[in-house]
Each structure stands twice: as structure tokens, then as C-alpha cells.
């Protein structure tokens, strides 16, 4: 307070400390460099010394300026004149008369910052100086902008309307000019101006977007503004879609919008992230799809852009994945083909036999039966991208496929007993390989070698084999009657052996025989049975049970004269046989006859065959014997194998039987009761030989 009132003394106060003169103004005012600014002020003075008539007059003073002589910055008096830098700018706006000291300062300049002070003179009396209660005007630069409405988002071809507002309070100040500029503006657009803000109107169109607008806001001489801009967006469907790629650690590879859909692989196990992408105002959803399944999904305001992660690629991963971009405009998409590549998967082999259309899924080491004839089809299956190259082998040679066009397709028409063994079906493949082995196994129903019978000290002796695969099971019938393991009376005993596909068995018969009964052998399997028969037991004297009774003795008379007849029938055309393929034997059958498997092959007697071996050097020996079965040279003085029954010579009681061979040529007739054997002589075991049964008729 001294200050002012000091100054006050100095500068011409002469009520300097009179209490009776008192001002109200701010004591600090602030305004930006080139704005305006009002100064409210009131004062009070005493009525002294004046009339109503008596003139006012106020004066505004830098401080520092002696009253008296020194020029104001702003004044009412007219006799006075003011200082030149604030010529115009500022300006006395209060009426002194009426106890008002208003002050406005337009177009501020920096230098204008300074502590002012008000005097007010009217009459002799009141000449007073306010130097307690001046005010400091403070200037700063000038940062504020104004301030523009827009809508965020432009639709093309509709009208807009935009405003320019400064926050500027301009009472008593003259207005700004605003002005507008734009690539969007056109010569018709409005631009109309108040106080302080400006409203502009104009209509966008789509190649408007990203572009700037402007307001300017002037407000001197000098030019001293303000001005915003913004960037026009105008609203336009989704464009320009980008997929990026990116795979384990590599960089992003980037699949531009031209072009078909692009192919992309990958091994099973890796990692994939795609990256989707789209230009669009406003922004567009996007998501990631899947064939018809949405994987993901992002807001219109959620990050940029949408990710998708395949952390380790499956199989099942394979497909078109498809990222769509959509706004209320329009949308745009953009695909591409996943291939995930991996080796052979699952290896299997599909087997379908004898024309069925059930399959079996049959893995590695596994048997596969087949019966002998029928067809087979195997097919090797996997799962592989690409896929594998399939090819079949057989003991490690390579078959030929039955389809070109398919490898993976083996067929055998009619599986015979060579293709027995392991089949082996390989997938090979860029990542790796794999293959499945079965085993085939070749089944055939029971081949029957016998029934052969033979006498012996302790009684009668037969032996019967056969082979098959699986092998077969041998049981003997003595009529009706099963013959299983050794009787309670010792009256016989079976003995069964087997080696390999082959089963023997051997029946020893104890005791009295009654005549007229059938001995068979039956061998079977699960693939069907075969049985073989003598007709009728003989006495152990080789004589004819008493049994028999005269219509039996004469049937058996009978049948002999049809075996001769035929005997001779067969000698006639069996050198036309022999210059002929050898004939298959017929198969033999538990259903059919034992006419239906007769051979009658005549045999000379001991004469006659001296005079073959003469012709004929040598003759074929006999077929081995199965594996087990009982060898007839071991057995000495025995009868003849395969002659049930067997007819002796009639005894003569005048001559002996040694002489009577000695002077007569003896002819018979041979029934042959062949078994089956089909297969080559060459497949059976050492020691076996073909089975057939003799009946001799002398």
C-alpha cells in the first residue's frame, strides 16, 4: 500500500490519502497474444467542488507515467492525446460521469504487459489518482484452437453439417472472421458467421474420405489466428482384405486380395496364426470361418487386426478357412485352402472272401484262414496327406496290383496252396512309411487215405489216415457203433497220432468178429467230413462167417460174374487209358455209393506176370504212407493189405495147394476203392501212399 500511495503523492495526487475516493477492478488480467480482452471498473469520488454539469474524465496510465505531462494509454478527454503503441487497441469504454472506469484492450501485444492505473478529474476538487487498486495486465501466447463439430462418420451423398466454435468470451470485443477450407468444400457450400462460431454445410462424397477440413479463425490486422483441421471420414464398405500368415517362427507372409484362393501346407504339429485385415469406414466385423463354423469373432472398436492360432496343426485341421469383413455397406471376404500333411495313419487291410460284402479291419500279424477255391480280396487302407504310395509284396517279392488305377487292391481269384504265406501291404511316404503283414493260411476240407485192414496174431488190424487243414479229427464205426478210446473188455483199442495237417489212427479189433458188419474211418474237419468203408468183415480163417445166408451166397455170385464182365471190358480199354492223360480220381463222399467209386483193374496170375516183367522191365512202386501210419513190410507172413474181403481157393483133396500153383495160370479181378487226393503226390509226406482197398475173386 505505501507504493501506490507514494506514487500517488509523486504523480499529482492532491487527496492522495482521502478515503473518500475508492475503485473496484481485478487485479490481474490475462488475454492471448492478438484477443481481446474487457477490463470491468467502477469508482467513487466525493461531490465536491462540481455540478451535474460538470464534465468527467477518466485517464488510464502505464505505471510509471507522470499524470501530469505524460500521455495515457486510453482516455475520454479529447484534449488529451494517448500514447501511440496503444492507439486504437485500447480503449475507455466506462462512462467517468457515472462512476464507471471500463477498460477494453483489443489486438493484445506482448509489450502491453504492465501495471495500469485509473485517474479520474472533474471540477477543482476531484483530481485523484488510484494507484492502490490498479490492475496488471499479463499477455501470453496464443495456443487455444477452436473447436469443430463433425459427425465421426460421413454417409456419401447426404448432407453435413459442420460447426467452428472458439471459447472466447468477446463482449465488448469485435467478432473473429472465420473461414473455411477443404477438398470436400465446393463453391456452393454455406458459411454463415456469428460472434463466435461459424456453421458450414456441403455433401461428401466416397472420394472425399481421408481428407482434411480446416477453420480458420482471424482475429487482427496482423494476422494473428487460430485454426483446427480434421480428417474427413466418409463411410464405404470393406477393402483391400489382407491375410498374413504366420508359421513357428518364421516371418509373415502376406496373401494380397487378387488372384484364386491360395494353397497353403503344413506338417501336422506346427504352428500357424493367421492374421486378418480390411480397410473399411465404419470399422467392420471381422471372424474367421471354418467351412460353415465361425471360429472367432471381433468387435467393430476391437483390436486390428483378428488373429487365429492353430497352435499344433491337426488332420483335421485341413480346410478353407475364410476371414469375412462386414459393415452396414457391404463386406468383403478373402479364403485360403489349409492342406495339413502327415504320414501313413492307421494302416489296415479290408479283406472280403468268397464274394462277401462284409469287410473285416484286420491289423498287422494277423492269420487270415481262407479255404482252398475260394476268392479273396484284400485292400490296404490309410490315411495319409498326400497320400501314401501302396504296393503289395509276398515274401518279400513284389506282386503286380489287380488294379492299376488302385495299388492299394490285391485279388486272388481262387487262393491255392502256394499263396500261402505273409502278404505284406506298404504305404510309403514323404514323412515316413509304415506296412501291416497278415498271415494267410490256406484250409481244405479232410483228404481220406484208407481204411486199410489187415490180419494179425491177436486179431484184426486196420489203419486209416488223412490230411487237411485245419487239421482233421479220425474216428472209426463198426456198424452203428462209435469206437472211441479202448472197450472195458479189451475187445479193441484206437490209437490216434498226428503230425502236422495229418491225423492217423489205428484200430485193433480183439475177439470173436461176427461177419456182415461195416468198418469206416470218418476224418472231418470244419470245412466238411470224408468217411471210407469195408464192406464186410471176413472170419479170421478166411472163410465166409456161416452167417451169410444162400441169398447173401448168391448175390455175392452174382456180383462176382458182373465184376468179371467188367474186368474184361477194362482190359480191352485200358491201353487207350494209359496213351491218355492219367484220369483224376474221383472224390469221395460220404453220400455216395460204394459202386460210384469201383475201379476194376484185371490182374494176371503168377505166370502171366513173369511174362509182363519180361515185356515190362520195372513196375511203380507204391505211395508212401502218411506220417504214423504202419508199415506192411514190417509185418511178416501176413496177408495181402486191401483185401476185405478176401476169397480163398477152394482146397482139393487130391492134390496140394503148392502144386496146383505150380501147374495153373490163376486170373482174378481187383476192386480198387481209391480215396481222394485231388492234390499232387508231390505234397504228400514222405512215407504215405495211396489208399484203396482189394477184393479178389478167384
Given amino acids: 500500500m505505501l507504493l501506490p500511495l507514494l506514487l500517488s503523492s509523486l504523480l499529482g495526487g492532491s487527496q492522495a490519502m482521502d478515503l473518500s475516493f475508492s475503485i473496484q477492478v481485478q487485479e490481474s488480467v490475462t488475454v492471448p497474444e492478438g484477443l481481446c480482452v474487457s477490463v470491468p471498473c467502477s469508482f467513487k469520488y466525493p461531490s465536491k467542488d462540481w455540478t451535474e454539469s460538470t464534465p468527467a474524465y477518466g485517464y488510464w496510465f502505464k505505471a510509471g507515467t507522470e499524470t501530469s505531462k505524460g500521455a495515457p494509454v486510453a482516455t475520454n478527454d479529447q484534449s488529451r492525446e494517448v500514447e501511440m503503441s496503444t492507439q486504437g487497441r485500447f480503449q475507455l469504454t466506462g462512462d467517468p460521469s457515472k462512476g464507471s472506469c471500463s477498460l477494453v484492450i483489443r489486438d493484445a501485444q506482448m509489450w502491453d504487459a504492465a501495471w495500469y492505473f485509473f485517474r479520474v478529474e472533474r471540477g477543482r476538487y476531484v483530481r485523484y489518482n488510484f494507484m ?23 454417409e456419401p451423398g447426404q448432407p453435413v453439417t459442420v460447426i467452428c466454435v472458439f471459447n472466447w468470451d468477446f463482449e465488448e470485443c469485435p467478432s473473429p472472421s472465420f473461414s473455411w477450407t477443404g477438398a470436400a468444400l465446393s463453391s456452393q457450400g454455406t458459411k454463415p458467421t456469428t460472434s463466435h462460431f461459424s456453421v458450414l454445410s456441403f455433401t461428401p462424397s466416397p472420394q472425399d474420405h481421408d481428407t482434411d477440413l480446416t477453420c480458420h479463425v482471424d482475429f487482427s490486422r496482423k494476422g494473428v489466428s487460430a485454426q483446427r483441421t480434421v480428417r474427413l471420414r466418409v463411410a464405404y464398405a470393406p477393402r483391400d482384405l489382407v491375410i498374413s500368415i504366420f508359421r513357428d517362427n518364421t516371418s509373415a507372409l502376406e496373401l494380397q486380395p487378387q488372384g484364386n484362393v491360395p494353397y497353403l501346407e503344413a506338417q501336422k504339429g506346427q504352428f500357424l496364426r493367421l492374421l486378418c485385415a480390411a480397410d473399411s469406414q465404419p470399422p467392420a466385423t471381422l471372424s474367421w470361418v471354418l467351412q460353415d463354423r465361425v471360429l472367432s469373432s471381433s468387435h467393430p472398436w476391437g483390436p486390428r487386426p483378428l488373429g487365429l492360432e492353430l497352435p499344433g496343426v491337426k488332420a483335421g485341421d485341413s480346410g478353407r478357412y475364410t476371414c469375412r ?43 487270415l484262414p481262407v479255404l482252398e477255391g475260394q476268392s479273396l480280396r484284400l485292400v490296404c487302407v490309410t490315411h495319409s496327406i498326400p497320400p501314401a504310395r501302396l504296393s503289395w509284396t509276398q515274401g518279400g517279392q513284389i506282386l503286380s496290383p489287380s488294379q492299376p488305377s488302385d495299388p492299394g487292391v490285391l485279388e486272388l481269384p481262387r487262393v491255392q496252396m502256394e499263396h500261402e504265406g505273409e502278404f505284406t501291404c506298404h504305404a510309403q511316404h514323404p514323412l515316413g512309411s509304415q506296412h501291416v503283414s497278415l498271415s494267410l493260411s490256406v484250409h481244405y476240407p479232410p483228404q481220406l487215405l484208407g481204411p486199410s485192414c489187415s490180419w494179425e496174431a491177436e486179431g484184426l488190424h486196420c489203419s486209416c489216415s488223412s490230411q487237411a487243414s485245419p487239421a482233421p479229427s479220425l474216428r472209426w464205426w463198426l456198424g452203428e457203433e462209435l469206437l472211441e478210446g479202448n472197450s472195458s473188455q479189451d475187445s479193441f483199442e484206437v490209437t490216434p497220432s498226428s503230425v502236422g495237417p495229418w491225423a492217423n489212427s489205428s484200430l485193433s479189433l480183439h475177439g470173436g468178429l461176427s461177419s456182415g458188419l ?85 490182374k494176371a496170375g503168377p505166370l502171366a506176370q513173369n511174362r509182363n516183367q519180361k515185356a515190362t522191365p520195372s513196375s511203380p512202386s507204391r505211395t508212401p504212407l502218411p506220417p504214423g501210419a504202419p508199415s506192411p513190410e514190417s509185418k511178416k507172413n501176413q496177408k495181402k493189405q486191401h483185401q476185405l474181403p478176401s476169397f480163398p481157393e477152394p482146397k482139393s483133396s487130391t492134390q496140394a495147394p503148392e502144386s496146383q500153383e505150380s501147374q495153373e495160370e490163376l486170373h482174378y479181378a481187383t476192386l480198387n476203392f481209391p480215396g481222394i487226393r485231388s492234390r499232387p503226390e508231390a505234397w504228400m509226406p514222405k512215407g504215405t501212399q495211396a489208399d484203396y482197398a482189394e477184393v479178389k475173386f478167384q
Fill in 132 to 154: 492502490n487498486n490498479g490492475f496488471f495486465l499479463k499477455v501470453t501466447a496464443l495456443t487455444q484452437k477452436p473447436d469443430i463439430y463433425i459427425p465421426e462418420t460421413l
Fill in 325 to 367: 469383413a462386414e459393415n452396414r455397406l457391404g463386406s468383403q471376404q478373402r479364403a485360403l485352402d489349409l492342406s495339413v500333411q502327415y504320414p501313413p495313419d492307421n494302416l489296415r487291410v479290408m479283406v472280403s472272401q468268397a464274394n462277401r460284402t462284409v469287410l473285416e479291419n484286420l491289423g498287422n500279424g494277423t492269420s
Fill in 518 to 602: 461195416r468198418l469206416s474211418c470218418e476224418a472231418w474237419n470244419v470245412h466238411g467230413a470224408h468217411s471210407g468203408s469195408i464192406l464186410q468183415l471176413p472170419d479170421k480163417k478166411g472163410l465166409i462167417s456161416t452167417a451169410f445166408s444162400n441169398r447173401a451166397l448168391l448175390g455175392i455170385g452174382i456180383t462176382a460174374l458182373l465184376f468179371l464182365c467188367l474186368a474184361l471190358i477194362i482190359m480191352k480199354i485200358l491201353p487207350k487209358r494209359q496213351t491218355q492223360g492219367e484220369t483224376p480220381r474221383p472224390r469221395f463222399s460220404r453220400h455216395s455209393t460204394i459202386l460210384d467209386y469201383i475201379n476194376v483193374v484185371p
